[in-house]
């Protein structure tokens, strides 16, 4: 990603495995593939920006309520998709990711999720945690 172009918050960037295993009959990467990169995606957001051990270690933990995906493009065997996932929303219980998953020059698939933080004691909702929340209202304002 250039310097030049503003990043969303939170975002983060990877590159795709494509495995012989996420190949379906017709030869193309299987949609329940796109669900595991959402999860990688995830969680190498939280590892860079809200690590997920540190969450637990305090009794809480995101889950996810939703996820969407908009397929586009098909990817196949010998393709390099690239995800991106970025925070859109903090609201005082739910927070919203957006994802990209492309090739050079074409958007494959748009996804979204949304989810919670809960107690894992008590298994209930809580706030945003405010460490997060500073966190995203920092990234807005630059």
Known sequence: MSEIE???PFEIELQL????????????????????WLEDLRLEMLS???PLQEQ???GFAP??????????QSIQMHDRPIGKMWMESLASLRWVVGAEISLPGKVSAIAQQTGIFVNLETKKPIRIPDRLQ?????????
């Not at 889950?63 to 586009?72: A, G, S």
């Open 6 to 8: 503003q990043r969303k």
């Open 17 to 36: 495995p494509v495995k012989t295993y996420d190949i379906d009959f017709a030869g193309i990467v299987s949609n329940i593939v796109y669900v595991r």
């Open 48 to 50: 860079s920006f809200f």
């Open 56 to 58: 637990v270690a305090n």
């Open 63 to 72: 889950i996810v309520l939703q996820t969407t995906i908009d397929y586009k």
């Open 134 to 142: 500073q966190q995203y209202n920092e990234s807005r304002s630059t």
